[in-house]
């Protein structure tokens, strides 16, 4: 009788060690919203907001699946996506942001979106993937076959502008990614205020395109954002075909050591570890 005891209560403490040491390890300053996708977190078509205001609304019928962390949402290409919101006024705050989650791309010819909005009144912001069946460059002799492109668009004096940078890295393998993408201000040697975009992918960093100068002025969007589609001023398009998890946006650029804090968890996290109530754990302790 003792023994059993003492087995429940090595139990309920490695228990709650995992909840407590885990929900804390990830980043939250900074942090506006965080859909985990676990299946807790999902009502008929919608998805909690874990951190913000700003619960999702699922359209077409994608599938809650096993992720790196607990669960996730597997997206069919053809009519699944997640309206996000327009996020309050975090379009205002684009100088100076993160867009994080792990994907899981399935091979499919052609491009896909991960998450994007083309607002109505000079906004816009997303990633997207090119996925080509023959390889398209080779560095180094490694083929890279993906190419990953940023999109902005802003209001400047006499209008508006967009900017799309690209970068080739493999990352659409069917493989898990943890894909970190950022604006970052700076002051220039000008002593100009400038922000460039830089992409992490499984933690390596990658500059991304030229800088977005001081001028130009960012305003809250009036279209919501899209995750697993395009929103084309109200159109989904250019759907996504892969698995999504522990999507998170934050009004700041996250540091390296950050980048790499939220990508070990995915990496560390066994299926025993995935506990139901640690996402609970993570709202009341912080």
């Given at each position: 009788m003792k023994n059993l005891i003492y087995i429940i209560i090595l139990v309920l403490t490695l228990t709650t060690f995992c909840q407590v040491g885990y929900a804390e390890s990830v980043v939250t300053d900074g942090l506006v919203s965080y859909w985990t996708f676990d299946r807790?977190?999902?009502?008929?078509n919608t998805v909690k907001d874990v951190w913000g205001k700003n619960?999702?609304?699922i359209f077409g019928d994608p599938k809650v699946v096993a992720g790196p962390v607990k669960d996730a949402l597997a997206f069919d290409g053809s009519n699944d996506y997640v309206n996000l919101t327009n996020l309050g006024d975090f379009g205002s705050q684009?100088?100076?942001?993160?867009?994080?989650?792990?994907?899981?791309?399935?091979?499919?010819?052609?491009?896909?979106?991960?998450f994007k909005v083309v607002d109505v009144d000079c906004m816009g912001w997303g990633l997207e993937f090119s996925v080509n069946i023959?390889?398209?460059?080779?560095?180094?002799?490694?083929v890279i076959a993906d190419i990953i492109y940023s999109y902005v668009q802003y209001g400047i004096a006499k209008g508006c502008r967009s900017t799309i940078s690209a970068k080739s890295v493999r990352v659409l393998d069917g493989k898990w990614h943890h894909i970190v993408y950022a604006h970052e201000p700076y002051v220039d040697a000008a002593g100009?205020?400038?922000?460039?975009?830089?992409?992490h992918i499984d933690s390596k960093?990658?500059?991304f395109g030229g800088p977005i100068v001081s001028e130009v002025v960012f305003l809250p969007f009036l279209e919501p954002v899209y995750l697993g589609a395009e929103n084309n001023r109200g159109s989904a398009e250019n759907?996504?075909?892969?698995?999504?998890d522990e999507v998170r946006i934050y009004n700041r650029p996250l540091t390296y050591n950050e980048v790499l804090q939220n990508f070990e968890i995915g990496l560390a996290v066994e299926p025993t570890q995935k506990l139901p109530t640690v996402w609970g754990a993570l709202k009341t302790r912080l």
């Amino acid at each position: 009788m003792k023994n059993l005891i003492y087995i429940i209560i090595l139990v309920l403490t490695l228990t709650t060690f995992c909840q407590v040491g885990y929900a804390e390890s990830v980043v939250t300053d900074g942090l506006v919203s965080y859909w985990t996708f676990d299946r807790q977190d999902i009502a008929d078509n919608t998805v909690k907001d874990v951190w913000g205001k700003n619960d999702g609304t699922i359209f077409g019928d994608p599938k809650v699946v096993a992720g790196p962390v607990k669960d996730a949402l597997a997206f069919d290409g053809s009519n699944d996506y997640v309206n996000l919101t327009n996020l309050g006024d975090f379009g205002s705050q684009m100088r100076s942001a993160t867009f994080e989650a792990w994907i899981k791309p399935s091979f499919k010819k052609g491009d896909m979106t991960l998450f994007k909005v083309v607002d109505v009144d000079c906004m816009g912001w997303g990633l997207e993937f090119s996925v080509n069946i023959e390889p398209i460059t080779i560095v180094n002799n490694v083929v890279i076959a993906d190419i990953i492109y940023s999109y902005v668009q802003y209001g400047i004096a006499k209008g508006c502008r967009s900017t799309i940078s690209a970068k080739s890295v493999r990352v659409l393998d069917g493989k898990w990614h943890h894909i970190v993408y950022a604006h970052e201000p700076y002051v220039d040697a000008a002593g100009r205020e400038r922000s460039r975009k830089m992409i992490h992918i499984d933690s390596k960093r990658y500059p991304f395109g030229g800088p977005i100068v001081s001028e130009v002025v960012f305003l809250p969007f009036l279209e919501p954002v899209y995750l697993g589609a395009e929103n084309n001023r109200g159109s989904a398009e250019n759907f996504f075909h892969g698995i999504i998890d522990e999507v998170r946006i934050y009004n700041r650029p996250l540091t390296y050591n950050e980048v790499l804090q939220n990508f070990e968890i995915g990496l560390a996290v066994e299926p025993t570890q995935k506990l139901p109530t640690v996402w609970g754990a993570l709202k009341t302790r912080l």
